[in-house]
């Protein structure tokens, strides 16, 4: 019945990134139609790092779905502090569950997990690599607001460490879409990311100032710029003042921009935006609900009776 | 379909506590016809500050209705300790769940977030403000035990810091009952509780000994008195022991004397009360069921098909 | 409808072991006719101590059987840390719940709650005490493999410390098994252990060596050595190494050893074991889930229609 695992979002496929986005557009347009599809499913939440949104969106999409969870608690409570490993960990577990939701610290934690069980796992986040259910809803954002192709998005921000921003601009170029990245000198691509897109002949140009390209854009991404990156605050404070927006820097965008955010923020959009049309940011987490349904439903085997079980892309050899 | 948020017992008519106890009244007379009622709906946890019996109980209250629940767990490990907002924080919670439980260390946070979602929103608490759950419990406690009218309730205790008292005291002027507060000199009800009672023209008086009142009351309400109130552990020591109550102290009580307390208790009640007929403080707990499954009944719109909509009297703009 | 608590395997019968254990069969050819068994019922699941598999496991179970589940979160965000005893606690959450699932660092902990409530209480481990859950999954690991008679069983590592390996050969003794023990003479069983062993009849020996044994043995039970139980870490590693498994060590065996293991593990089992046909604890491990749905079913009254009740031997008084 299952299908796959889910562990990056760049080896997803244009047709994949589709079935799931229009599963999740079928999902948000009628989900009582889903609510019970999965009942007697059990859904294991393992997140080895603490996380709010990713773990109660995971939690209610999989109720939604008539599908229960057990969690693993704090990583402090748990069997890890014994010394047990993580192939350990999972094998036990996947005897418990349908189906795995694994978040972790370490970068190919999701690949390895992936490797011990014959369960489904999904990657949601493992270190600086990456976290392809928040790709998949970025993706969603983007699409239900401005379709998927002839679109110019700006990413801005930390653009340096920040795994959304790296996973969303591999996916984007399985699209016809343009990106803009905007960020400080510091906090730029880094080298192997600005490769990787320019091999695939991405569209893809670098900004230090968000004025040059603001009012092309279809889409503006903004990413948090982390406090702990900079060795002096006031520097932090200089650098971090000028990637700050308000509704007045927005009066120089197309009205139709959308403006999104991986939440949380913490000063880098000013409430004041929160009152425009722009806003997109609390949509853009609601879509978490219908997108994870849509990447559970397909991964527990959720195709009309008949169907031929359909695969996703990931590689989990 | 649902009807408003729960922010704060005060602001509750007579009529609003009548409806939700009556409701009570019926779930706890027939839990089954409650079971599925409310199946499809998520309700998320939302404590910022540890609890267990609170939110066990809205746990099981919702998971008795048919309910799931979504649980934010410890602050710690959340996205709070990376500065985001209240307000941020519950717009996005809000898009996973069909109502939101809110325990926050703040006053006034349940007001504030109110203002932010379109959910009902429950305050479980903020701060040294309002905790509305338990003054109904225990309001339907003292109605089940004795009806609310024509009564004589003594508060005990530490009457300066408690919430819990200060939302029953409030509440309790709804209906035709006489108030003995009874406590040392340095934990009397705060002066703007007090004159907010006489303006209501409530029955009270001020005691410093039980003795005094104790043969008047129907209802005994026990609360414990913090250490940490004290500078001096030995005045903690003597005033301590001189609120505390055994089988003994009860002697010269009415036979139908009710004992209540909103629990956890230390020293203040002894063991040996708990076998005697006037001990209510477990069956007060335990009502925390059938009241909170009212509540989230009221607020999700339990009413029947084709009745109007009810509303509560809680103002939240 | 309910029986009993279940506090203690040693208090079991072998007809209320084989009782368990047949419905576990049951319910692991045939899930699916459990699935909705015990809806509308409520499991507390209160552990004063951490725990990842336990608690999972019976989460899951609970879930298989349609039983919602209700956590006591960490004992630090509890009223534990304001004082409350025991008793008190476990009386308020009764009132939440259909049954409780109980670990306590305190030996008799899970005897006393049974004291105050009447709700079933299932001991999950109380310090040093017992575990009777983790017993019937590894007796039902060895039936499934080898049945339970004429069977030669080998314990070794911690067998000082270790409750599972207590309750597992006193549980053993109500069967025809010859149990062979394997230990440096620091971790030996303890003095009362065996006295209560050799006073049921069993046949019982004690090794240094697994060398001794290894090709007698049907089952091979391995616990984990701990660091902490040396003052000399260079002792440690040396009494360590000697009674760790790898493949090659079970070269000598029979082609039937089945090695077991309560699992988390650290190095006492080598990797390259995983792989044989030996590896039987991640099996184990997963049967948690049917023989605590086995459990949960008897305690809360899963008989068919019409029958009588059965009870347990767990003696609570």
Chains 1, 2, 3 share one sequence.
Do not use: W
């Not at 460490?161 to 905007?182: C, E, P, W």
């Not at 921009?257 to 940011?281: G, K, N």
């Amino acid at each position: 019945m299952r299908q796959d695992h889910l562990i990056t979002a760049t080896q997803l496929s244009r047709d994949d990134i589709e079935a799931v986005l229009d599963r999740a557009r079928e999902v948000a347009a009628d989900p009582a139609a889903y609510a019970n599809r999965h009942a007697g499913t059990v859904l294991a939440l393992c997140f080895f790092e603490p996380s709010t949104r990713t773990r109660m969106s995971f939690d209610a999409a999989a109720k939604r779905l008539g599908i229960d969870t057990i969690d693993m608690g704090d990583v402090d409570s748990s069997s890890v502090s014994k010394g047990e490993s993580l192939a350990d960990t999972v094998r036990v577990i996947e005897g418990y569950a349908d189906a795995l939701v694994l978040r972790h610290p370490s970068e190919g934690a999701a690949t390895l997990a992936a490797e011990f069980v014959d369960v489904p796992v999904i990657n949601a986040g493992d270190g600086a690599g990456q976290h392809p259910s928040q790709t998949l809803l970025d993706l969603h954002t983007i699409r239900e607001n401005h379709g998927l192709d002839d679109l110019t998005v700006g990413i801005m921000g930390d653009l340096k460490y920040g795994r959304t921003v790296h996973s969303l601009a591999a996916a984007l170029t399985n699209f016809d879409v343009r990106q803009h990245f905007i960020s400080p000198e510091s906090l730029r691509l880094p080298r192997s990311v600005r490769f990787d897109l320019h091999e695939t002949g991405a569209q893809v140009r670098e900004h230090e100032e968000l004025e040059t390209v603001l009012d092309e854009l279809d889409v503006l991404y903004v990413t948090r710029i982390q406090k702990e990156r900079f060795p002096d605050e006031n520097e932090y404070h200089r650098v971090a003042g000028e990637y700050r927006i308000d509704a007045e820097t927005l009066a120089a965008a197309d009205d139709d921009l959308t403006v999104m955010h991986p939440l949380p923020r913490v000063d880098e959009i000013a409430p004041d935006v929160d009152d425009t049309d722009h806003a997109r940011y609390f949509e853009q987490a609601h879509n978490g609900i219908p997108v994870r349904m849509a990447l559970l439903d397909t991964l527990l085997g959720g195709d009309e009776p008949g169907d031929e079980a359909t695969t996703m892309g990931a590689d989990h050899e």
